[in-house]
C-alpha cells in the first residue's frame, strides 16, 4: 500500500532554515507528481509546493516562493522541501502528497501523517 513518511521538522527561529524529506513506498515514485501542504493550528489543508515525476517542473503557493525549493530524487524515491528565511506564519504541520499522474501537482490521492514544523525565537 501506499506509504508516505516525512521527517525533518523541528523548531527554527525567524530566518532559519529547515530541510523536509519524505520517503514513499508502495508505488512507482518516478510516475507521480507530488505536492507539500502544510495545515496551521485551526485552519484548513494548504497546498505550498509541486513538482512533475520527473522533476522538469515545480510550483510554488505565492507565500514561500522564493524562499523553499521542492525537489525529489527518484532513485531514492524521496521528496525534499529546502525551506529558508523562514517565518513564524510558516509554523504548520506539513504533509507530503501524491498527485495524480505525471503532473498533477494540486490535486492528491494520498499522503502522509506530517512533520511539525515551528518556527519561533
Known amino acids: 500500500q501506499v506509504q508516505l513518511v516525512e521527517s525533518g521538522g523541528g523548531l527554527a527561529q525567524p530566518g532559519g532554515s529547515l530541510r523536509l524529506s519524505c520517503a514513499a513506498s508502495?508505488?512507482?515514485?518516478?510516475?507521480?507528481?507530488m505536492s507539500w501542504a502544510r495545515q496551521a493550528p485551526g485552519k484548513g489543508l494548504e497546498w505550498v509546493s509541486g513538482?512533475?515525476?520527473?522533476?522538469?517542473?515545480?510550483y510554488y503557493a505565492d507565500s514561500v516562493k522564493g524562499r523553499f525549493t521542492i525537489s525529489r530524487d527518484n532513485a531514492k524515491n524521496t521528496l525534499y522541501l529546502q525551506m529558508n528565511s523562514l517565518k513564524p506564519e510558516d509554523t504548520a504541520l506539513y504533509v507530503c502528497?501524491?498527485?495524480?499522474?505525471?503532473?498533477?501537482?494540486?490535486?492528491?490521492?494520498?499522503w502522509g501523517q506530517g512533520t511539525q514544523v515551528t518556527v519561533s525565537s
Open positions: 508502495g508505488f512507482t515514485f518516478s510516475s507521480y507528481a
Open positions: 513538482i512533475y515525476s520527473d522533476g522538469s517542473d515545480t
Open positions: 502528497a501524491k498527485g495524480y499522474g505525471d503532473y498533477g501537482v494540486r490535486d492528491y490521492d494520498y
